[in-house]
């Protein structure tokens, strides 16, 4: 039997760094995908996208980093038009933060699944979590049902699957796994306006913050 | 009741065009996207895509043009990479044919999914068609209602629905609903490979060509 090839989407945050991690211990074939969106923090996200691609030495031709245009074009999120201030994090809200960029997660495992089509990988790794979220519709459990369901259609035969291997942990549970898995948690960035010092207030500081304290255990990056 | 909000697919061929017309007949609310992938014929549609909204007088606000760099980045099919040929028709080949883009319609529908929850629509009308195709698998009537199962989980309360005129339809019988609804046939252009005179073979002449036949009527655009 054939050893799995997986696109693993990259963001450069926590969860993605984590989620490579995992998939490399599985063994399987490794190729990083990093989508910018007009994203405020895109260029810090980038660079570690390359930093944690760099620390298990994915070659160049395994790394590909596309650009989604039409996000930026169509706004309606606070990560991307910069008229809107990104909220102070306020875990349970209810109502969708401002960050939710509308139907982002299909334009990202559209590529991924468009890329795994024409280099035949077999497997698609994304980050996303259920559990500790921002609540945003596509990190349900449904969502990722309903992906699949997607690309057993859309590509018969290709035998495309979708795995989220922190949908049911923890921020805390996640930290727990990068270290068992010596991910380089010290290379990711997840602060959603800040890209010298992370900001330690957005939705996305807090959950991450959120995991370091429940591990007990100090967060590497710096804050201001 | 309000009046349906549709955002409709134009690609610039008669099928986007004769689902513009019908759309239009609803009397739904028009929004127009036009979506580049960095295929050969990308400027010949996009000037089809804006003589058929002037045709609707859809007002510049109401159009969105969008590119997906990353299809072109990927490749994988002849429409995009150059050094590809693309092939006569051969329209019960049974392969896949090398013009098939990789997961291309779930990137337009994600576009248009996106662009329908920031203004708020609630209709999605893309001219897909299955009867008369070249096989493709994201114009067969298991994905649109896969399709449809993911926007019910990504878009919950947006009551954002995919909508599909034409897809049992023939393409004889295309050319007659877009003559009944006096759809501008003769601003549309479906050839794969050329821009000022149609080539007459590619699968996309071949199955335009068929509807006219069927219709007994001949097709307003030039041919070589």
């Known amino acids: 039997m054939s050893v799995p090839e997986a ?44 930093e ?8 160049a031709e395994r790394r590909l ?17 910069r008229s809107m201030p990104v909220e102070a994090a306020e875990l349970d809200r209810g109502a969708l933060p401002t960050t939710y960029v509308p139907f982002r997660n299909t334009h990202l495992l559209a590529a991924a699944a468009s890329w795994a089509e024409v280099c035949r990988a077999d497997r698609i790794v994304i980050g996303a979590v259920y559990e500790d979220s921002s609540g945003y519709p596509d990190c349900r459990p449904a969502y990722y049902e309903a992906f699949q369901a997607l690309l057993d259609v859309a590509a018969p035969g290709a035998n495309l699957q979708v795995v989220t291997p922190l949908l049911h942990r923890t921020k805390g549970q996640i930290v727990r796994l990068g270290r068992s898995l010596d991910a380089p948690l010290d290379r990711t960035w997840s602060c959603y306006q800040a890209t010298e010092r992370a900001c330690g207030v957005c939705d996305s500081c807090a959950l991450r913050l959120k995991g370091f304290r429940e591990e007990g255990i100090p967060d590497p990056i710096p804050y201001s």
Do not use: M, N
């Open 7 to 50: 696109i693993v989407l990259v963001s450069g945050g926590l969860d993605s760094c984590v989620s490579l991690a995992w998939a490399h211990r599985q063994g399987w074939g490794i190729r990083t995908l990093h989508v910018s969106y007009g994203q405020r923090t895109e260029k810090r996200e980038e660079q570690a996208f390359h």
């Open 52 to 59: 944690i691609a760099d620390h298990y030495e994915v070659p």
């Open 65 to 81: 980093r596309i650009s989604i245009e039409c996000l930026r074009l169509i706004g309606g999120s606070s990560l991307i038009d």
